[in-house]
């Protein structure tokens, strides 16, 4: 089943604590990205990645850091928490330009992140 | 700066009956991609329709229907015949030209909570 998994779903944790949030897809896409969903803010972009090694800033990056090791993995890396980090996290894959299903975005099931 | 409007915060609708969400956007592109994304109270984000700006033709996807309007920058969803598993949030999204994309960013609204009455 093609899909976006994200670990875990659920975290509370300390301000400064680092967390990691994983994120992996089995669709051999080339772009994926990171988004937090705020109440009336809809959501907004964190970092994005267009291939293996290659990452940019999104809309809101500060206080996050990503990595691209591998095409299917995409973690979130947040190295000191701060409670205005508190949010619904998602991570999303697409393929690149040349497919059928090109810029339809495939999300995960989110991360409800809370930092105390 | 490319913004999607969603002025509806909360909608309700009769089971069986028609809805329409409004949509708004703001671009000065010619070639874009537009979306529907459904919330369920699961949290999960479900991909209702897609709109590329180039097809003069409105999509559809079953009960689920679009109307593009390019000059006014409009793009609002029609849910037909409303099914209690339509109860969710909708958000209306902008994506810009894949030539000036490389962010593959997608531009949210903030969204519209649909209840469906039985």
């Known amino acids: 089943e093609a899909q976006v998994t994200q670990n875990p779903r659920y975290l509370i944790t300390v301000t400064g604590k680092k967390l990691t949030v994983t994120c992996s897809q089995n669709?051999?896409?080339?772009?994926m990205s990171w988004y937090r969903q705020d109440p009336g803010l809809g959501l907004r972009q964190i970092y994005y990645s267009m291939n293996v090694e290659v990452t940019d800033k999104g809309d809101v990056p500060e206080g996050y850091k990503v990595s691209r090791k591998e095409k299917r993995n995409f973690p979130l890396i947040l190295e000191s928490p701060s409670p205005n980090q508190t949010s619904l996290y998602f991570c999303?894959?697409?393929?690149?330009?040349?497919?059928?299903?090109?810029?339809?975005?495939?999300f995960g099931p989110g991360t409800r992140l809370t930092v105390l | 700066a490319q913004t999607v409007t969603q002025s509806q915060p909360e909608m309700s609708v009769q089971e069986a009956e028609t809805v329409t969400l409004s949509c708004t956007y703001d671009t000065s592109e010619s070639d874009y991609y537009l979306f529907w994304y459904k919330q369920p109270p699961s949290r999960q984000m479900i991909l209702v329709i897609r709109q590329e700006a180039y097809k003069q033709q409105n999509a559809t996807e079953n009960r689920f229907s679009v109307n593009f309007q390019k000059a006014a920058k409009s793009f609002s969803l029609k849910i037909s015949d409303s099914q209690l598993g339509d109860a969710a949030m909708y958000f209306c999204a902008y994506r810009g030209p894949y030539y000036g994309g490389a962010t593959n960013k997608l531009i949210f609204g903030t969204g519209t909570l649909l209840a469906v009455q039985p």
């Open positions: 999303a894959s697409s393929s690149s330009p040349g497919t059928g299903s090109v810029f339809t975005q495939y």
């Open positions: 669709m051999n896409h080339e772009y």
